[in-house]
Structure formats: structure tokens, C-alpha cells
């Protein structure tokens, strides 16, 4: 079956404007989680959906970022009035949500370069 | 002190070689833990979950060391396919707050 899928693949943009990053998650999986890794860098949790619901959100890096879900399914990632420090290559993930055990399958990644 | 820890290498070694990677975390109420897999410029992959009693995959073998918070991975009779960067994962207790390491980088040489 479809794996994850991000889109854009790749995104250029200039500091100050808003960017719209979305996710596909797996069908059927009901956890998505978002992260952010800069280059040489490991993976930053930034926030976690079950369902539509984001009881998690301690992992946003400042109040420009905002995620949203709808549907139980697609999920958005938006940055607002962007920073050259932003850019990193933005992973998304989803699991079934039965519990931490689960296996977390990850998206190809949109890569995010501010000017 | 991050909460996740690892050796960032890199680790050189010749093909058939054993290596070993360790990893330490700071939040004694750490509930799962895994290894994740990532290869350059691709997303990561869960190579195995690590359970109390250690485990085993084929050449790979995990433990868990909750006493002293830290886990390690074995790779025995290392391939050239095994060059990757080897990500340490932990979940809290009560969560899904996932923490990644940043990675060990593993090179495999003919």
C-alpha cells in the first residue's frame, strides 16, 4: 500500500513570507507526528496528533508554527513570516496509534530553504 | 544535557567487522525504545525496537539498560550495505513525545 506522502518535496521561499507544508499519512493510521532536522542534525519532535486532536504541542519551536488535521487523515504544518533558521528539511511520520510501541513510518520529507 | 545521547562517530570499519553503538537518555520515565535506521538524505526506518530482556535480529542485537539509561546496538559481520547513520529513539511515559539522538554514522569499507 501508499506510504507516507509530504508535499512539496522541495520548497524555496523568502524570510517574512508564510509557508503551508502538508502530510498524507498512512490510511488507516490514526498517530501523525511532525519533525524538523537541520542539517547534520537529528530529528526535533515538534508535535504529535491522535486523531485530530494534538495533546502535544510542547515541541513547536515558537508561535509562527502551527500544525492542524482534519479529517483524522491529511495534516498541515504552517510557519508563519519565516526566518532563514527555519529551513531544514521537515519529516512527518505516521503509526497505527495503538501505543508507543508502535512503528513510526516516515514521509519522504519537504526540504525548506529561506532566503 | 540533551535527552538523548549518542557518539556521533564516524565509525570506520572493514567489512565482517563487529561494531557497537551506545546510546544514554536522561528521563529515567522512558518508556519504548528503538533504533532507527537513516541513509544519507532519506527519511529514517526502524531498524528494531528494544525490549528489557534484549533482542536479536538476524547480525543485530539490542539491549536495554534501564538501571544505568542506555542503550546499545550490535552489528556483527558488518556489510558495506550497513554505512548509515544510526538513530537512538525514546518515547516518554504517558506520550508520544518521541526523542531522537542525533545519530551515530556508521562507514563500512571494502
Known amino acids: 500500500g501508499a506510504g507516507v506522502s509530504q508535499s512539496p518535496s522541495n520548497k524555496v521561499t523568502e524570510k517574512g513570507k508564510d509557508v503551508e507544508l502538508r502530510c498524507d499519512p498512512i490510511?488507516?493510521?490514526?498517530?501523525l507526528y511532525w519533525y524538523r532536522q537541520s542539517l547534520g542534525q537529528g530529528l526535533e519532535f515538534l508535535i504529535y496528533?491522535?486523531?485530530?486532536?494534538?495533546?502535544?504541542k510542547s515541541g513547536l519551536p515558537s508561535d509562527r508554527f502551527s500544525a492542524e488535521r482534519t479529517g483524522g487523515s491529511v495534516s498541515t504544518l504552517t510557519i508563519q513570516r519565516t526566518q532563514q533558521e527555519d529551513s531544514a528539511v521537515y519529516l512527518c511520520?505516521?503509526?497505527?496509534?495503538?501505543?508507543?510501541?508502535?512503528?513510526?513510518?516516515f514521509g519522504p520529507g519537504t526540504r525548506l530553504t529561506v532566503l | 544535557r540533551k535527552e538523548v545521547e549518542q557518539d556521533p562517530g564516524p565509525f570506520n570499519v572493514p567489512e565482517g567487522a563487529t561494531v557497537a553503538f551506545n546510546c544514554t537518555y536522561s528521563?529515567?520515565?522512558?518508556?519504548?525504545f528503538f533504533w532507527y535506521r537513516q541513509d544519507c538524505r532519506k527519511e529514517p526506518k526502524l531498524l528494531m525496537s528494544?525490549?528489557?530482556s534484549g533482542n536479536e535480529d538476524g547480525r543485530f542485537t539490542a539491549q536495554l539498560n534501564r538501571a544505568s539509561q542506555y542503550i546499545s546496538l550490535l552489528i556483527r559481520d558488518s556489510k558495506l550495505s550497513d554505512s548509515a547513520t544510526y538513530l537512538c529513539?525514546?518515547?516518554?511515559?504517558?506520550?508520544?513525545?518521541?526523542?531522537f539522538g542525533a545519530g551515530t554514522r556508521l562507514f563500512v569499507k571494502a
Open positions: 511520520a505516521s503509526s497505527t496509534g495503538q501505543g508507543v510501541t508502535d512503528t513510526q513510518y
Open positions: 490510511s488507516g493510521h490514526t498517530a
Open positions: 496528533f491522535q486523531g485530530n486532536s494534538a495533546p502535544d
Open positions: 528521563n529515567s520515565a522512558s518508556q519504548s
Open positions: 528494544v525490549y528489557s
Open positions: 529513539v525514546v518515547i516518554f511515559t504517558g506520550g508520544f513525545k518521541t526523542i
